[in-house]
């Protein structure tokens, strides 16, 4: 008999801990296994206590953690794993006792272990990750590191508003950093009220029960989530203004009730257009904050440019309401692919000259390129520390391309365009006189080394020349043939793991590119597609004799093959002419001098363009005089 619960060819996986190609074998090999009971035919469903028998009768069940024994129950709820979830969290909140009659008191007695082992606010925010994992693409979580950041950037203070709350990680970091402020983890946190809005039922009521959870041990604690859309709602008459608001809203919406809240009095800094939401929320947010409160708003960086903002943007800067425009860099939160911004803004309190300057920050920015990033901590600290002696008052260090602060009337041109990097100065201006005599001494040496091997390759006098082989003259032999003879050894990188020695011979078989010999001192890398090597035995063959024949037109032309649409090459197919190893050294001398002839004039472009764009940049910026 079926319990009701029912699981998926992945979750029956996950209990026997093997993959599902094990799931689909077993169903064609055992005539006992379980037979569906719903779902569809590309995608089954079992009865879970069903399938528990069977693995248990042929010992594939595995020992599950009690954390996976709960998940199992919870996802396979006849209503849903969002709704058990909530059940769940309500019985550990110990707002619910689970009846017998109710599918999740099957769970009862892990989730109970669970708690016990784990505390049920650690053991809330386990089954709750595993159902956000379970959901990647319904659900945009803000991650806890970001998360955590915006709580210290608004600073100590409650009440705390976030009216797009999601799951409430902003208000749950609101809340951890109230517990730090009063002694740290060992000390209860301090007197905590956490306000929040979301649209979504299901969400409202996970982020009240996280946050219940999370606040249980405050000696005061009031935790109100309400289902509602923030933007359309208006607040009732005895709302109380809040000390922080922190926002990671939806973004690029358009449905954002612009028609309907044309005249709200929450507009003070202009209606924002129909397709500037996030300008919606940000004076939402300031509508809602006490006078000198903060809100910290995490926004797409699209916000800080686009035409149609800058009317707000303006009277944002104007009014002294926006104090700093963070860039982040790219990874903070979903999408993950953009570095979004972090607004912070203080609603007015009258102070006087209180934002005569932005802060502006790339925290991404000033790297030379290829440089490793720096870690998030390090991310965070940085920008926690620019933004605390920015608002205290005292001046924050100019850093190119990193920070700076910028008077406000000079952000009020036609564009308003307060996107970080256009305003900073970029990393490695403000040129340094010293480094661009050095670039431009490099390129004069490298100039005068390639007119060197210009004169050293000039041909020859006849009687020193090498004679050329000629096809009619010599023999020839394939790459294959020389390996069947041991004069080399061919090796593929789609067969062969192997890492290049001097001497050795790489050769790009698809695409760009041209055989070289790998120079003493380089050897040791990894040989990757779509590369192959060839390694001769310096008895038998010149290495830049073999690389530099490899090279001609007509012979990888005649090894390429055209099967799909890019060409490749055939190593083994590739032929050489068959020469006495000192005739075979003349023509490596000339190959080598040419390949480092190709090298220098490639190194004198890369000068080129940097020593130029130097002199540019130095002209521009005054560094350089034009004398």
Known sequence: MSDGAEVTAAAIARLAGVGRAAVSNWRRRYTDFPRPVGGTEASPAFSLADVESWLRDHGKLAEAPLREQVRRRLESAPEGHGPALVRAGEHLAGLRELLNTDPVAEARGALDRMMRETGPAAAFEQLLADYF?????????????????????????????????????????????????????????????LYGQETDPLLARLAALRLTLRTAAAGRCAVDVRTEDA???????????????????????????????????????GLPARTESELAWVQHALAR???????????????????????????????????????????????????????????????????????????????????????????????????????????????????????????????????????????????DAAA???????????????????????????????????????????VGELARTGALEVHLATADPVTTAP???????????????????????????????????????????????????????????????SSRIDVRRLRLPRLPLERQRAYGEHFRQ????????????????????GMFDGLADGTVPPA
């Open 436 to 478: 661009l005599a050095s670039v431009r001494a490099e390129l004069e040496n490298t100039l005068r080394r390639t007119l060197e091997l210009t004169a050293a390759d000039d041909p020859a006098p006849s009687d020193r020349r090498p004679a050329a082989p000629g096809s009619a003259a010599l023999p020839e032999a394939t």
């Open 231 to 269: 933007l359309r709602t208006e607040p009732p008459a005895d709302a109380p203004l809040v000390a922080a608001v922190l926002c990671h809203p939806p973004y690029n919406e358009r449905n954002w009730g612009h028609d309907e809240l044309a005249y709200d009095p929450r507009w003070a800094y």
């Open 289 to 431: 904050l006490r006078p000198g409160g903060t809100a910290v708003l995490l926004l797409p960086p699209a916000v800080a440019a686009r035409r149609t903002g800058r009317r707000v943007r303006a009277a944002l800067l104007r009014k002294g309401a926006l104090r700093a425009l963070l860039a982040l860099p790219p990874g903070a939160a979903a999408p993950h692919s953009l570095p979004l911004h972090l607004w912070v803004l203080r609603k007015p309190d009258g102070a006087a000259d209180a934002a005569s300057r932005l802060l502006l920050m790339d925290a991404a920015g000033g790297r030379t390129e290829g440089a490793e990033p720096p870690s998030w901590e390090r991310t965070a600290a940085d920008v926690l520390a620019a933004w605390r002696a920015h608002d205290a008052g005292e001046s924050v260090p100019e850093q190119p391309g990193v920070c700076a602060t910028l008077p406000v009337i000079d952000l009020l041109d036609e564009e308003v365009d307060l996107s970080p990097a256009r305003h900073l100065l970029p990393s490695g201006t403000g040129t």
């Open 133 to 193: 994992e379970a959901n990647p693409r319904q659900y945009s979580l803000t991650p806890e590191p970001t998360a955590a950041l915006m709580a210290r950037l608004a600073g100590p203070g409650e009440p705390v508003l976030d009216p797009a709350c999601g799951s409430a990680e902003l208000l749950a970091a609101a809340a951890s950093g109230a517990a730090d402020a009063s002694g740290g983890p060992g000390g209860s946190p301090g007197p905590v009220a």
């Open 594 to 613: 040419l390949a480092e002839f190709e090298a220098a004039l490639r190194r004198v472009g890369e000068l080129g363009e940097e020593f130029v764009q």
């Open 503 to 565: 001497g050795d011979i790489v050769i790009p078989v698809q695409g760009r590119g041209a055989a070289y010999v790998v120079a003493e001192g380089e050897g040791g890398a990894r040989l990757g597609k779509p590369l192959s090597l060839l390694r001769p035995d310096p008895a038998a063959l010149d290495a830049w004799f073999v690389a530099g024949f490899l090279r001609s037109t007509a012979n990888t032309r005649q090894a390429s093959s055209y099967a799909s649409s």
